[in-house]
């Protein structure tokens, strides 16, 4: 079992960000793994790959909806996007800077961001999508 | 009666009383009208029969008033004959001027026996015709006849001389019939206006009772639905309009209260059931769902894993980096928590830093490992809290339900047992517990109660082990250790009690105790013997961390009046990584006070040179461990070595503990270790073994 269990906690009730949801819970727990057994140093690299594609398909498959029906706090969540990928944008400078760092970093920064972002930011847009009769 | 009338009438309901209203007023109008009407026909009709005879008297007197005058009976009796025409003539009577009978008409089927002439006969004498006369005149004027005839007198005259009297008398049947006509129609419209206006009262009195029955309606459907959202149209603007207006407003009034109400129950609920800081379940919830969770797994015959976690030197971050921060740190602490656990697992905050979590559904004891590892792994990731990245390691205690306990109480007790364990073995861990901990705990609980007590009666001893130098032998200091002479469990080592008097505080007295008996003793040695003999005592963790230090060992030096230079504090190399911001301070006001400072235990811990260079330290004590394997490890060979050699850069002295052998020694001292400490040499002895020995070399 992985390290972070995909559960109602990080789900916003829209089906397609969900499923986007666990599959940043799978890098992750993915990621730990690899730690834990020795693998890091290539992992991290793979993993910042995914992360990469991820945060551009999924940060921007959110905003797109979420500008399509006028969301009124999409200024706020597109600039907490923003925060993200500059954060990510640090850490990758880290990266090739002092790998042996990363490790705990990295790990600080995935789980931060699943608890701020994921749990809290998304969250709000939820109930906004469902009274739209997004699902 | 007024009052039973009264609690009627208010009883009765609305419409009755409004259809009561209207009917009794249309009532009393239409009766008075009728009296009125029937009365005025009434006089009408009597008043016109009167006047009708009073003139027929008036004629016949006129007509008859020759006959009279020349006594012709026959003539005034045809006179009258016309009055068979009128059919309500009974009689007429034609009296001379001594009221005898001139002349009679009597009606064709009239019944003569009562009429009061016909009871006197021919030879009556006058007077009493006089009498009859003047009974019929009296009974005459009476306007209400009752009786069944009406009676009309009128003079007749010639020439204005009355010669006689006329008497008529009439039937009363044709007025009778007519009175009663008037008043069969009267009623007749009286009831037809009474019905008119009955039918029209139902009508009308709903204007008032309909609106009125609408909102008891409304009311009454509130009360059973307990809806307080419905409302009540409004009939009008009228004062039932406002009394509508009214009600709906307290309608409203109650909505809302209702709502605020039930807002601060929820709101109540919450603070019952959560965590204030980390929104967490709290100790009631957890207790509930752990309850719950316990019946079902004893239907379905599964375990549940109850796992106690306590963040290891919580007290000492709040300490450091302010509450405010403590408070950040647990919040995040329980948002990852939340995060590794499935959402049927539960994970509550019991108090400060202390967290508990109930795994339902797991197979075996190895289960519940794996997820105290994963809790493990965790917090390895460091948190952030105000632009610092700060690590935090926890202690783990894990039961088993219902295997480790059957009641909620007994499971979060042992896992706190456990979990101390963990915590005693050296932090960063977890304990599955086993029976034999209950033991254990209540042991040590049974000890520091012990512990406490100890030192009042002098149950603890002062041991001293010599150190010597390695290239004259001689004898150059001791090391005091503490023994623990307990009455029942006899002689307990300080590895056992110290850590327990470490945690109750109790550390505190002990030390300050061995300082004063100590120095004492290092002063009596200097004052007999003369020889510098050091006396080194072991610091605590506890005394070091609240700066107790060198406040204690200043009042150790005044009150025995030791030379400084005679004491020497050990501290270990660990004690001052974990707290080398307090070291730090604390070493340099300890050198002020004259003394030397020692570090215990050197190797075991990973400070780096640079670190150790703040400090301002005198000696190095090499851990046992590496002298123990120094000839049969060519690793451990070389640690001594170099710390040797680093220690000499540093201008710092070596000690060597836990020297047993002959070997050892030699080797040592080649490598140019200046100070011996070990069995070999002398084992830890009393105060006065020690002084014996003083004794000895001094004179030898």
């Not at chain 2, 049927?344 to 202390?354: F, M, N, S």
């Amino acid at each position: 079992m992985g390290l972070i269990s995909c559960n109602k906690i990080l789900t916003v009730g829209v089906q397609r960000f969900d499923e986007d949801h666990h599959q940043l819970v799978a890098i992750i727990n993915q990621l730990h793994k690899a730690f834990k057994s020795g693998e890091g140093m290539h992992s991290i690299q793979l993993a910042l790959q995914q992360l990469d594609s991820y945060t551009c398909y999924h940060f921007h498959a959110e905003e797109e909806l979420l500008a399509q029906h006028d969301y009124p706090l999409l200024e706020e969540h597109q600039k907490a996007h923003q925060d993200i990928l500059s954060r990510f944008a640090e850490l990758q400078a880290e990266f090739h800077a002092s790998p042996a760092a990363m490790q705990q970093n990295l790990m600080q920064f995935l789980l931060d961001w699943l608890i701020s972002h994921t749990k809290t930011v998304d969250q709000k847009y939820g109930l906004f999508l469902n009274s739209r009769g997004i699902y | 009666m007024n009052r039973t009338m009264l609690t009627y009438l208010a009883n009765i309901s609305i419409r009755r009383k409004l259809m009561l209203l209207i009917m009794l007023t249309c009532g009393l109008v239409l009766m008075a009208t009728t009296c009125i009407f029937v009365i005025k026909e009434a006089n009408d009709i009597i008043s016109t029969q009167r006047k009708d005879l009073a003139s027929l008297a008036d004629i016949l007197s006129k007509n008859v008033a020759s006959s009279v005058t020349f006594d012709d009976p026959q003539s005034a009796l045809d006179t009258m004959s016309s009055l068979t025409v009128k059919t309500d003539i009974i009689a007429a009577y034609i009296l001379r001027s001594d009221a005898t009978i001139f002349s009679r008409y009597i009606a064709a089927n009239a019944k003569t026996k009562d009429v009061p002439f016909e009871q006197l006969d021919q030879n009556s004498p006058p007077a009493d015709f006089q009498k009859v006369l003047k009974q019929i005149q009296l009974s005459s004027h009476q306007f209400l006849q009752l009786s069944e005839r009406f009676s009309m007198v009128a003079p007749i005259q010639l020439d204005g001389q009355t010669i006689g009297t006329i008497v008529l008398f009439a039937d009363l049947h044709e007025l009778k019939s007519r009175l009663l006509s008037t008043l069969i129609s009267a009623i007749l419209v009286l009831s037809l206006a009474a019905a008119a206006a009955y039918l029209l009262s139902v009508r009308l009195q709903t204007i008032i009772s309909l609106p009125i029955l609408n909102l008891v309606d409304t009311m009454r459907s509130v009360s059973e639905t307990k809806d307080f959202s419905l409302r009540a149209d409004t009939p009008g603007s009228d004062e039932i309009g406002q009394l509508y207006d009214s009600f709906n407003e307290m309608l409203q009034e109650i909505e809302e209260r209702n709502l605020v109400l039930r807002q601060r129950q929820e709101h109540l609920q919450e603070l019952a059931h959560f965590d204030t800081l980390t929104r967490l379940p709290n100790r009631v919830l957890f207790h509930d769902r752990l309850q719950q969770a316990m019946n079902l797994a004893l239907r379905s015959n599964q375990l549940i894993a109850v796992i106690f976690i306590d963040l290891d030197r919580f007290k000492d971050i709040n300490d450091t980096l302010g509450h405010r921060t403590g408070d950040l740190l647990l919040q995040q602490v329980a948002d990852r928590m939340e995060l590794v656990l499935r959402d049927c697992d539960t994970v509550a905050r019991l108090g400060g830093d202390e967290f508990t979590i109930f795994v339902q559904d797991i197979r075996s004891q190895k289960n519940a490992c794996k997820v105290a590892q994963k809790l493990l792994d965790l917090f390895e990731i460091p948190y952030c809290l105000d632009g610092q990245q700060i690590f935090v390691t926890c202690s783990i205690g894990i039961t088993i339900f219902p295997d480790d306990g059957e009641t909620i109480d007994t499971l979060l007790m042992n896992a706190d047992i456990a979990m101390y364990h963990a915590k005693a073995d050296g932090k960063n861990a977890f304990r599955l517990f086993n029976p034999e901990m209950n033991q254990q705990a209540s042991e040590r609980v049974a000890l520091q109660t012990d512990l406490r007590k100890a030192l009042d009666l002098n149950q603890l001893q002062l041991m001293y082990q010599p150190k010597f130098d390695a290239q004259t032998g001689v004898m150059i200091g001791v090391e005091a250790l503490i023994r623990w002479q307990h009455p029942e469990r006899g002689m307990i080592p300080p590895s056992r009690f110290i850590p327990l008097a470490e945690e109750s505080g109790a550390i505190q007295a002990i030390t300050e105790w061995v300082l004063s008996t100590a120095c004492k003793q290092a002063k009596i040695w200097h004052e007999s013997v003369n020889n510098a003999v050091s006396v080194a005592v072991n610091l605590s963790a506890y005394s070091l961390k609240r700066n107790k230090a060198p406040v204690m060992v200043q009042e150790a030096l005044e009150e025995t009046g030791l030379p400084p230079h005679l004491l020497e504090l050990e501290l270990t190399e660990s004690m001052l990584i974990e707290n080398d911001q307090h070291a730090e301070e604390t070493l340099h006001d300890l050198k002020k006070l004259g003394i030397s400072i020692a570090i215990d235990d050197f190797g075991t811990g990973y400070s780096s040179l640079s670190y150790l260079h703040r400090f301002p330290i005198d000696a190095l004590k090499i851990d046992r461990s590496f002298v123990w394997n120094m000839n049969r490890s060519d690793s451990d060979l070389a640690i001594v070595v170099a710390i040797i050699a680093m220690a000499h850069s540093l201008k710092l002295t070596v000690v060597a503990e836990g020297v047993e052998t002959e070997a050892q020694l030699a080797s040592l001292k080649k490598n140019g270790c200046e100070i011996i400490q070990g069995y070999l040499l002398g084992k830890p002895t009393t105060a006065e073994n020690i002084a014996s020995n003083l004794q000895k070399k001094k004179s030898r």
